[in-house]
């Protein structure tokens, strides 16, 4: 989480902004300066994060959100909940290539269903100097910002229970915990990492912790168990950890085998011994 957020000072003296309401301008500055906006400009940001940070209801908060998408200032994605600030990095530009670096990582972590991953791209291309050569290689990303005309613009049947999948997948990674912390922080990884949409991945993240709970080494003592949301950032999933059964059978081990300082002290023990006297020999 960053420490402080910038604003161009045009955004007090352009006309398009001064023509907005006060409470339009308030929630524009929020956004640009929020503790979940990031590098490029495009971020999680579920309605119930906004409402929470602001006080608003969150009805309040869509309202909003539809509002400064039609004066063109962001893009919400409301399948993923990812929020794009359109010229964001036009006032905020990446301005070397550790910070190109540090974009196309945040880049790659932006889930396959935010539609307006193009318009990103595009908003990125403009510092493609500063970014790493693999952002070229990465395949353009199709233009999905409009829905068909085909397509109805009520929610299909099977969305509601898609989203509740999402849920009881993350819930029941949650259920396993042992410390349960920061749930929403967890989430937010979970949302990032793509599991809400790759339930084979999901899956094999809640087994691999289930048994790492009960049978890494470390793990045993509870103060030494991760929270669920650096587990999860870490991919710790893919770990080769130490189990509790190799410590037993390396113990038994040294059990059946002297130690060899053990055969050095014996030995030192028989040279510092007294050695008995012996008995004078009479002619």
């Not at 045009?10 to 339009?24: G, N, Y």
């Not at 409402?51 to 909003?64: K, M, P, S, T």
Request: hydrophobic content about 35%.
């Amino acid at each position: 989480m960053r420490s402080f957020g910038t604003v161009d000072i045009s955004f007090w003296l352009t006309k398009r902004i001064k023509s907005w309401s006060d409470l339009e301008r308030y929630f524009a500055l929020y956004l640009l300066t929020c503790p979940h906006c990031t590098l490029i400009g495009c971020f999680y940001a579920p309605i119930s994060y906004l409402a929470g940070d602001l006080g608003w209801d969150e009805q309040q908060v869509r309202n909003h959100l539809t509002a400064l998408q039609k004066r063109r200032f962001l893009l919400h994605c409301d399948k993923s909940d990812w929020l794009l600030l359109r010229k964001y990095l036009k006032y905020n530009p990446i301005e070397n290539p550790n910070q190109g670096k540090a974009a196309l990582k945040l880049y790659l972590s932006i889930p396959k269903g935010f539609r307006y991953r193009r318009v990103l791209r595009q908003t990125l291309e403009p510092f493609i100097q500063k970014l790493p050569l693999e952002f070229q290689n990465i395949p353009q990303p199709t233009q999905a910002s409009k829905e068909k005309s085909s397509r109805s613009s009520e929610p299909r049947p099977q969305t509601a229970l898609i989203q509740k999948a999402a849920c009881d997948n993350f819930e029941t990674f949650w259920s396993q915990q042992i410390r349960k912390e920061k749930k929403a922080k967890a989430q937010e990884i979970w949302t990032q990492l793509g599991l809400n949409e790759d339930k084979k991945l999901a899956t094999k993240v809640t087994d691999s912790w289930v048994e790492q709970k009960q049978f890494r080494q470390q793990y045993q003592d509870k103060t030494k168990t991760p929270l669920p949301h650096n587990w999860l950032s870490n991919r710790q999933w893919e770990d080769e950890y130490l189990r509790i059964d190799d410590v037993a059978i390396h113990s038994n081990h040294l059990q059946r085998k002297p130690h060899v300082s053990d055969h050095n002290l014996a030995i030192a023990q028989l040279w510092v011994s007294p050695k008995p006297q012996e008995k004078p020999v009479n002619d």
